[in-house]
């Protein structure tokens, strides 16, 4: 800033890059960036500048921050053909982050500009781009910052990602799906509401018709946002495919019971465009297609869920089905085709914070298809806990990112 206190005025300005990016470095802080555009049409010919000068001089980071330490397992993108590096992560949403709620009852160990959008995502994003992944799965991810900020730096060279987003119904956040274009080429996606759309698919039919007769169950689960995102992908240069699944299910304490049954239905529809991929990519080989389902499921180890995915049956005693004695669930039984193990197996926690703290977190993939390379180990409980909890000036979220490398079993591999 000049004597006169106006950027405008007495300013002296330094060239420090061209392009649609960039990163700035510590001989930059607490000077201010001036972004000059110039626009120019096919023809070559060139219109005049427009100017736009930063806010706020160029801030000090937090140092180093742990997710740096966890990249030291991910220091190159994976080079065979077989072999893809997955992260599943929640971003928390500004939609939740920016209210006097989350300030003072959620997060209040969190310093405030911690909180901020403009601070946490400069965190993510760099967070996302050293892990080095093929395939990322994100949920809460606000729509502004997909558009505005992921999509324009995740997009570009050299990462050349392709990004796909779900809203939640008419939520201003919802879960994405990003994967590396030099890796995989995209067949068809698919977005399923997890709402009102159960009582009218035919392939829900029997379990819906299970349910029917509860009218509070059925308000409460046809009343829901959720949603889940599915991608067929082909790796380059072979004859595999992958489904990847990617949801974020609902959130509230009382509500084993309306999760168990979202991915009652989740599953159904998985199974239903698998065997569809199958039939319309013409794979004669079952091994030559994998799933992987990931997301931010609300449910620790001990409910219903991982009971499903681990041992393909939960049965219609379990306690989950009466998490809610006005709504519980009767003589329903839950079962599913896949083989499914959890690549970061069952950590203490992927959620903490200083109200609660949890495994909710997993990357679930089909274990007679894939072999797990590794899975990066997480954060300790003094890195998570320096700042009390989480998020902090060196966690941009809430929740952990869960990062594994997954190689196709051997197979004849064209």
């Known amino acids: 800033m000049p004597p006169s206190g106006d950027l405008n005025k007495g300013t002296k300005w330094n060239l420090c890059g061209h392009g649609l990016s960039y990163k700035v470095e510590d001989k930059d802080v607490g000077h201010y960036l001036k972004l000059v555009v110039t626009p120019r049409n096919e023809q070559g010919n060139q219109g005049p500048t427009s100017e736009h000068i930063a806010k706020w001089p160029v801030q000090a980071g937090p140092g180093v921050c742990p997710f740096e330490i966890r990249q030291q397992q991910t220091p190159q993108p994976l080079k065979e053909p077989d072999e893809l590096r997955v992260v599943t992560y929640n971003l928390l949403a500004d939609l939740y982050a920016d209210s006097d709620y989350s300030r003072k009852t959620l997060f209040p160990y969190c310093l405030p500009y911690a909180l901020e959008i403009d601070y946490r995502k400069q965190l993510f994003i760099k967070e996302l781009l050293g892990y080095n992944a093929d395939l990322l799965c994100l949920q809460e991810v606000d729509i502004k910052i997909f558009d505005y900020d992921l999509r324009t730096v995740l997009e570009q060279p050299p990462h050349n990602f392709h990004g796909i987003m779900a809203p939640k119904g008419t939520c201003a956040e919802g879960v994405a799906i ?25 392939i829900f039919a029997p379990l819906w018709n299970k349910i029917k007769d509860n009218p509070r169950l059925v308000t409460r689960i046809c009343d829901r946002s959720t949603t889940l995102q599915l991608c067929l992908l082909k790796m380059k240069g072979t004859d595999r495919f992958i489904l990847v699944a990617n949801t974020h299910l609902y959130y509230h304490p009382d509500a084993d019971h309306i999760r168990l049954l979202q991915i009652g239905f989740s599953l159904i529809y998985v199974d239903y465009v698998y065997k569809q991929s199958m039939k319309e990519q013409n794979i004669s080989d079952p091994k030559n297609i994998g799933l992987i389902f990931c997301g931010d499921f609300n449910s620790v180890p001990e409910c219903g869920i991982y009971k499903l995915m681990m041992d393909q049956f939960v049965g ?99």
């Open 178 to 202: 990003f994967f590396r274009t030099s890796r995989f080429e995209l067949v068809s996606s698919f977005v399923l509401h997890l709402g009102k759309v159960i009582s009218r698919l035919p």
């Open 316 to 414: 219609s005693d379990f306690d989950d089905w009466s998490s809610n004695a006005a709504e519980a669930v009767t003589d329903v039984e839950l079962t599913q085709p896949f083989k499914m193990l959890s690549a970061c197996g069952t950590p203490e926690f992927t959620n903490f914070t200083t109200l609660f703290s949890g495994c909710l977190d997993y990357i679930f993939y089909q274990s007679d298809h894939f072999d797990l390379l590794q899975s990066v180990p997480l954060p300790t409980n003094e890195q998570l806990t320096i700042h009390k909890a989480i998020p902090s000036v060196t966690f941009p979220s809430d929740h952990i990112a869960l990062i594994a490398d997954l190689k196709f079993k051997e197979n004849q591999l064209k």
